[in-house]
């Protein structure tokens, strides 16, 4: 197992613990959906779960790999602006007379590339870490994006494209499928394939990992590509669910999402997670965000709850974790943004 | 056994604290037609939320249940969200004023197949979303008073510039075309508009902005700000640099926020309208269209209580709208009054 | 112990300097209003409240932490002081800006307890209370604004006064950076920030009181946001819920771009400097030089990439330089 396992004096404690945080979410998952019920009759219908994921589950694909990003230690902040160029270069394609179905590759390779240039840039200057790295990529990404559309909106997609974002397929929404497709994949790269436990690797030491022989630069590249990616679906679905995109689509997205992925129990310092807790975490702020809307909760006290939901599941973690953390306090300190590793260099 | 003791207390803990939060936000929701929702651009702009306090007094005014929402960021997917949960809610009518013009329009469509009557206010949505506009005043009469200020403003002739809000904000944009418009008039011929600069309505952004303009065309006279994020920033500046009586400055602003500008005569006079009495016009539209009063067409007339009786005319984008009345004009003699209502 | 500056260091301060120096003359060619005293004055007291936030954020930066809610401390430290201001009038200055650094400084000391105590990670911590702070000043103001004709004069002139020219939040800014520099410098806990940031478990070892360092940095910090919010509301003669919205991800930039690593344990005041001067010089010159507003952000992403570039090339081959002359 990539987890530092100490199977040999505490062993089915620690996995019971895994379990435990996901299974924690479960009940609060089921807790949220009683409260909810309790507040508003108009909860409980079949088209609060078919068609509310709906409304949340664009962010969801940016989840999977940040759940990745995360577990190798590093983060990437630049996704909604990979999001936000890649459907406006869609769009703009679109009307300058590229049939629709290419235009969607087009976002999806648009998207894919940003990602590779974000993961180029980590491996090449290992002195920059993925923060400063995608700070500027996210600035400039979405700069280009107005730099295209300046103040306009584009839209006029064809009609079946509306399918996407508000279509279902025997009851069943179709983003729904395409997102439990994609964690499906996620979830056995990431914990079935040797990729995933180089993943793992990585982020628990890097530089043990690259003197094992583990090709740590083409990992980190492949992981970046694969956020490229999946910021290009949600670029599609979210512009379905709009009809139109502008450049200042999707914003706040990777700040959510990142606390999608905390909230599911994968720790910052890197090298371990469940891709289960953030699946959890999904649903349950989506439906919180749902519930609590349709008793007219005022948008700030939804983020005041939704900041004091993190802290505590942060704090709850961490008590738990107590003994890990002052077992290695170097991996604790450091940064979400990953670099720092104990041994590494560094002139004052 | 303290594991499981453990465990359990701390379930216990997040459970009991979920509910309490949950508990003291709670509110029946009550069944059906009688309940009226607005949905502003975001909260804690005290002009949306006088817009809002205006339509829930109509509503109330006429028997029936107020929704006020809005999303803490200014953006398109905030309002989906929100109208979806009002779909749920079955409300009767949804008066949108819009982030984006094009964006809410898969949504609203949604709402109004849900037999939900739709219509927007102050900032529009796209005639495919809506059924009517309800509008603070004619546009073209903006832009052209807003000229006229500042033609006299500069006696007759010399450099202006425009502060506005973020590029895509409908009414600015609209405002702004009718300015460019009128500007071609022979009456304007010795008026050059130098610069229109954006300063998305946030204040150091707008300030920033403001700076830019004074130093880079340094024969500027007059700068008109249809927005009132603008306007109070371009006032501050001006005060700041001491360039009252030199450099006038004109456009749509909050008589609360520009009270010290306005009596200092860094701006000699501005416009706006009552927000208060445009939530309240959207009330009675709203009351109007879900009684069948009203469909939306152009020539439907209605009653809308205080304000008096109104009709439905063509609106410049192809749909239909009602307007409030004319901007109205704030200067020394009234500011004193005005300042404290809004 | 005096620090000798190493040649890596020294080089990349000069990289930003060119940099600097470069960008002026171009943006001066274009158009001669930019460096007017005038300007100057604007662009310098635009800056300050990033240079003072910046101080902050390179001692949470050094610790190997980072802080994003310091837009949501400046929104609400400015709100409540201009909330007391609207109903006490006669309130001087100086009790609000007191006021609110107390504000910040509360914030800042409870998320350095769950940093420090709880062990909670800093980008955790500092985004749920970034979301917290920001509910908080809406609840606090109701929603509503305070305007400037709600403000006494004595409040506004915390940001308009000055001294022979100067504007109040230069000096502010200056005297910080000065007071900081000593600290960081010359002081015992100052360097010992240093030294938990370059490795936590070696100076736990040491017996620098890693955790009360942390603490302190967070809450030095949160007042430091807390005077920003103060004159930030008096600047611009209005205190909402959205204000400073997003001003971290520029505070954290300007840091960066001065040199500070994220990963902690470097970072020089005088790169910090020259970082936020850039920052501002870009802020202001753009509308200058009437670059279309459309590009101004592209432009603003691609300079930093390029300055953090720079610094990360200058950095090597001076290492490679060192290595080749044995200095260490």
Partial sequence: ?348 | MRRVFRRGAMITAIAVVTLLVLAFAAGCAKPVSNTYAIVFKNTGNPYGDKQMSGFEAGIKEQGFQAILRAPDQPTAEGQIAIIEQLIAQHVAAICIVGNDKDALQPVLTKAKNAGIKVFSLDSGVNPASRLTHVNQADSAKIGSTLVEAAYDMAGGSGDIAILSATSQATNQNLWIDFMKKDLQDPKYANLHLVKIAYGDDLRDKSVSEAQGLLASYPKLKVIIAPTTVGIAAAGKVLTDKHLGGKVFLTGLGLPSEMATYIESGVCPYMFLWNPIDVGYLGSYVATALVKGTITGKVGDKFKAGRLGDYTITQAPDGGTEVLLGPPFKFDKTNIEDWKTVY | MKRTATASESFRELGLLVFIVIICVAVQLRNPAFLTLSNIGDLLTNTAILSILSVGMMMVILTRGIDLSVGATIALAGMVSALTVNSFRAISPLVSVLEGMAVGTVAGVLIGILIARFNVLPIIATLGFMNVLRGLTYVVSKGAWVSAYQMSDGFKGIATGGVAGISTPIIIAVVINLAFFYFINHMKTGRQIYAVGSNPEAADISGIPRRRIILLVYTIQGALAGLGGVIWVAKFASAQSDTAMGFELSVIAATVLGGVSIAGGSGKVSGLILGTILFGILNNALPLINVSPFWQQAIQGVVILAAVLVNVMVKRNSQRFALRRRAI
Avoid at chain 1, 52 to 80: N, R
Avoid at chain 1, 100 to 106: C, F, Q, S, T
Avoid at chain 1, 113 to 131: D, H, M, P, Q
Avoid at chain 1, 280 to 290: E, P
Wanted: aromatic content about 10%.
């Fill in chain 1, 1 to 348: 197992m990539a987890e530092r396992s100490i199977r040999v004096d505490k062993g089915w404690s620690w996995r019971s613990f895994f379990l435990q945080w996901e299974w924690l979410l479960v009940l609060i998952f089921i807790v949220v959906n009683i409260v909810n019920s309790t507040l508003s009759p108009y909860y409980l219908t079949a088209d609060t779960f078919l068609s509310t994921p709906q409304t949340f589950l664009d962010q969801a694909f940016l989840v999977l790999p940040m759940t990745m990003v995360i577990i190798l230690g590093m983060i990437d902040i630049s996704v909604a602006s990979t999001a936000a160029l890649s459907a406006v270069i869609m769009a703009v394609s679109f009307h300058a007379g590229l049939p629709m179905p290419l235009a969607a590759l087009l976002c999806l390779a648009v998207a894919t590339v940003c990602g590779l240039i974000n993961g180029i840039l980590i491996t090449r200057f290992k002195e920059l870490s993925a923060v400063i790295v995608t700070l500027a990529t996210m600035i400039i990404y979405r700069g280009i994006a107005y730099v295209i559309l300046t103040d306009q909106a584009s839209g006029d997609f064809p009609s079946w494209y509306a399918a996407l974002g508000w279509g279902s397929v025997g009851g069943v929404p179709i983003i729904l499928v395409a997102f439990a497709a994609c964690a499906v994949i996620f979830g056995l790269l990431l914990h079935s394939t040797s990729f995933g436990r180089r993943v793992f690797a990585i982020g628990n030491n890097l530089t043990a990992s690259r003197y094992s022989g583990v090709k740590t630069d083409a990992v980190i590249v492949t992981v970046f590509v694969l956020t490229g990616l999946m910021a290009g679906f949600t670029s599609l679905f979210l512009t379905s669910r709009m009809g139109s995109t502008r450049p200042n689509v999707a914003q706040g997205y990777e700040l959510s999402v990142i606390a999608m992925v905390v909230l599911g129990g994968v720790s910052t310092a890197g090298g371990k997670g469940r891709i289960g807790g953030p699946l959890l975490a999904i649903f349950i702020i989506g439906f919180l965000n749902y519930g609590l809307g349709l008793v007219n909760i005022q948008a700030q006290s939804l983020l005041i709850i939704v900041g004091l939901l993190l802290i505590l599941s942060v704090l709850v973690l961490n008590v738990r974790f107590r003994n890990r953390h002052q077992r290695s306090v170097p991996a604790a300190a450091k940064m979400v943004a990953g670099e720092g590793q104990p041994n590494e260099d560094r002139n004052p």
